[in-house]
């Protein structure tokens, strides 16, 4: 069980927006910075989120991210077929156990 | 522009050790403020984080593999290491080595991955 609580899946059609929720507590999220990541099957994760709503040099603005006390939330506008993936949340937890958490991974369909 | 890539047996006999190298290029391994880190992911689940190592040589465990995980970095070769002792099935995982980036604000953390290896896959099995 992943200690950052994700929907298993969500779905929108082509053009629309969706968000992908991350739940926590106070010693991950409500105290640190969080970052998202998109696994396309068979790759690596890649970076679209960092700090919470930063985005690295080449992630579109159609990409945007937000932290609200011990939830954070991925949003996607303009949805492509292409961005059918699998969404993770990660970040520090600073209780006793420690270390980078993540949240069980959102599947996003695009129909 | 940097790039990792993980090396090591595809293969490891239950209760042996693993050992993976990750080896960098376009930069060097012992630049100050870098981290290097591994995070692995069973087959059809999520991401698992191992730990990581700092430039100054400081080590962060998953709590629940610390007894068994060795990071280390070897400047020499400009590659960094993977030790993960008396493996099972469960270990069993695509591994990805990382270049997290780390940073303390009192004690506000940020670490988050922005370079990830292609990942290699490890099968625990006699």
Do not use: M
């Amino acid at each position: 069980q992943s200690v950052l609580t994700q929907p298993p899946s969500v779905s929108a059609a082509p053009g629309q927006k969706v968000t992908i929720s991350c739940s926590g507590s106070s010693s991950n999220i409500g105290d640190n910075f969080v970052s998202w990541y998109r696994q396309l099957p068979g790759t690596a994760p890649k970076l679209l989120i960092y700090d919470n709503d930063k985005r690295p040099s080449g992630i579109p603005d159609r990409f945007s991210g937000s932290r609200s006390g011990t939830s954070a939330t991925l949003g996607i506008t303009g949805l492509q077929t292409g961005d059918e993936a699998d969404y993770y949340c990660g970040t520090w937890d600073s209780s006793l156990s420690g270390g980078l958490v993540f949240g069980g991974g959102t599947k996003l369909t695009v129909v | 522009q940097l790039q990792l890539q993980e090396s090591g047996p595809g293969l490891v006999k239950p209760s042996e050790t693993l050992s993976l190298t990750c080896t960098v290029s376009g930069g060097s391994i012992s630049s100050s403020n870098l981290y290097w880190g591994w995070i692995r992911q069973p087959p059809g689940k999520g991401l698992e984080w191992i730990g990581s190592i700092s430039y100054s040589g400081t080590t962060h465990y998953s709590p629940s593999l610390k007894s068994r995980v060795t990071i280390s970095v070897d400047t020499s070769k400009n590659h960094f290491s993977l030790k993960l002792t008396s493996v099972t099935a469960a270990d069993t995982a695509v591994y990805y080595c990382t270049r997290p980036s780390h940073r303390t604000f009192g004690l506000v953390h940020t670490y988050y991955v922005d370079v990830w290896g292609k990942g290699t896959t490890v099968t625990v099995s006699s």
